[in-house]
């Protein structure tokens, strides 16, 4: 099955998106797959140093690697993987910052191409650099779940007002 490009402007991917756990078996797309990646790849960086690397895996073997986290069960089921590894030696301040700016963009993109996503944090970062071969000098920040849901949308999540998280010229709260 071919995917057909979902069109939707950005605030409507950032609202439509949700965590996906349940996946269908229905492979992505390589092209949506590498506009994906496009996301990530032209995401701004401290300095521009661009400290990724990103691991596309789709192998069920090695996916089933992943999943000893205490939330990361379904790995084993979503068709595709992203690891997302920040190089500690080029950016040893920013790497976690700057690989989160582009793996969110990657989530964004996913929404947009019709796809579901899951931020991944639970994981054992020494089992899956064993699994995925990461060097010692990139750290595992975070790990995105890819592919067609199958779960239907539960609606509008809950979420704060803007006047309960902004304040204008001085922090106010309250």
Not at 1 to 17: C, E, P
Not at 49 to 66: E, S, Y
Not at 67 to 83: D, M, N, R, S
Not at 134 to 159: C, I, N, Q, W
Request: proline residues 4%.
């Amino acid at each position: 099955m071919t995917l057909s490009v979902v069109h939707m402007d950005v605030l409507d991917a950032i609202k439509n998106r949700r965590s996906v756990r349940k996946y269908s078996a229905e492979a992505v797309p390589e092209d949506a797959l590498m506009r994906v990646l496009e996301a990530g790849r032209i995401a701004p960086s401290a300095n521009n140093l661009q400290p990724w690397h990103f691991v596309v895996v789709r192998d069920p073997g090695t996916r089933k690697k992943l999943t000893g986290g205490k939330y990361a069960k379904f790995l084993e089921e979503c068709p595709v993987v992203i690891a997302g590894c920040g190089d500690t030696k080029k950016s040893p301040e920013w790497h976690v910052v700057d690989v989160t700016i582009a793996l969110q963009n990657m989530v964004t993109q996913a929404t947009a191409e019709g796809l579901g996503t899951c931020w991944i944090g639970s994981f054992d970062e020494k089992e899956v650099k064993d699994a995925l071969g990461v060097p010692d000098d990139f750290s595992v920040v975070a790990m995105l779940t890819l592919g067609h849901s199958k779960e239907k949308a539960r609606g509008e999540r809950r979420t704060k007002a803007i006047d309960e998280i902004t304040s204008r010229d001085r922090f106010a709260k309250g």
